[in-house]
Nanobody
Framework: QVQLVESGGGLVQAGGSLRLSCAAS????????VAWFRQAPGKEREFVAA????????NYAGSVKDRFTVSRDNAKSTVYLQMNSLKPEDTALYYC???????????????????WGQGTQVTVSS
């Protein structure tokens, strides 16, 4: 099992940057694919980005590609989400999730992940 704790959220002006962290305890994240999802009030949870176990393969939602970067440090059991050029529409509760058997075709599906953190709030003002 793995426990996930997100941090790094906050209030930022449009155009600004934030870096989110997802720290894993328990068995660590080396054998897990890890993804970021977000959920805005009144909206469904949506996929943001993911990194496979080796850290070499990453996937992004079209709305964040070229602005967000996901990375991982397996030695520290931490996954990061660097968010640049933030927009008001990026405002949401951001979650990280981990799964051991996430196939590529399901990388953006929340049902593919077994463990979830509690989320960290990101608010972007215009």
């Amino acid at each position: 099992q793995v426990q996930l704790v997100e941090s790094g959220g906050g209030l930022v002006q449009a155009g600004g940057s934030l870096r989110l962290s997802c720290a894993a305890s328990g068995s660590g994240i080396r054998t897990y694919a890890v993804a970021w999802f977000r959920q805005a009030p009144g909206k469904e949870r949506e996929f943001v980005a993911a990194t496979r176990q080796n850290g070499m393969s990453t996937n992004y939602a079209g709305s964040v590609k070229d602005r967000f970067t996901v990375s991982r440090d397996n030695a520290k059991s931490t996954v990061y989400l660097q968010m640049n050029s933030l927009k008001p529409e990026d405002t949401a509760l951001y979650y990280c999730a981990a799964g051991r058997r996430v196939i590529l075709s399901a990388i953006s599906s929340f049902s593919a992940y077994d463990y979830w953190g509690q989320g960290t709030q990101v608010t972007v003002s215009s």
